[in-house]
């Protein structure tokens, strides 16, 4: 008894200092990860060998920069961008694939990158408490002249070494995620809570002023 009791009383004063927002709605910490994370997995299903390489009908993932806007969260709609290559195999697999693919963040990365989010135990990626979120949905080549600047600006202002990539023989073109199907996050024990489409695109990303990690 006395164990569980130091377990449940560790578990409430880990959240009450964590610096994401996890006592926002789910909503919330869905959109502050989308927002804080400088890449993410993406998947789809391998259509192609590409020699030998891949198994065709098999999920297959590629690691990938992305851009939720400027680093304030007033630039954040929860569309994450990239940058892609029609003549990569994922691109041919997410094409052929009618553009569907899932984009997975994991907040361990924002914890690399940020000095720590994630709380004393969450030393895996896979810990419950240290979130991680996989968005479904479909992405789409932006076209209009005036998005395309606007991603372009978002994605530069993230990782100012894609810049290159604008101006390079490769032809890499903005791509975002328009029609978010489904969102998967898991930031707590005891399974994903149901977040809607509608809910996550209405939140807010911003984190609440917390202490420090608990060590």
Known sequence: MQR?????LWFALACAQRPDPW???????ARWLVHKA????????ATTSNSGTRIPGFPF?????????WGNTTESTGKPILLMMEAQSFAQDMMNNSGRVSLT???KEVTSGEGGTCVKGAKIAQFPMCSHLTVQGVLREMQDPEE???????????????ESWFHGPHDFKPWRMEDIRAIYLIDHFGGAPTISVKDY???KPSAPQAGPVVQ
């Open 201 to 203: 695109l209405n939140a």
């Open 38 to 45: 400088g890449w993410a997995t993406a998947s789809s299903v």
């Open 4 to 8: 569980i009791y130091l377990l449940l």
């Open 105 to 107: 963040f994991s907040e």
């Open 61 to 69: 993932g590629k690691v990938v920069t992305v851009s939720d806007g």
């Open 148 to 162: 395309v600047q606007h991603a372009k600006e978002a994605i530069i202002a993230r990782h100012p070494d894609q």
């Open 23 to 29: 006592h926002d709605p789910p909503a919330n910490m």
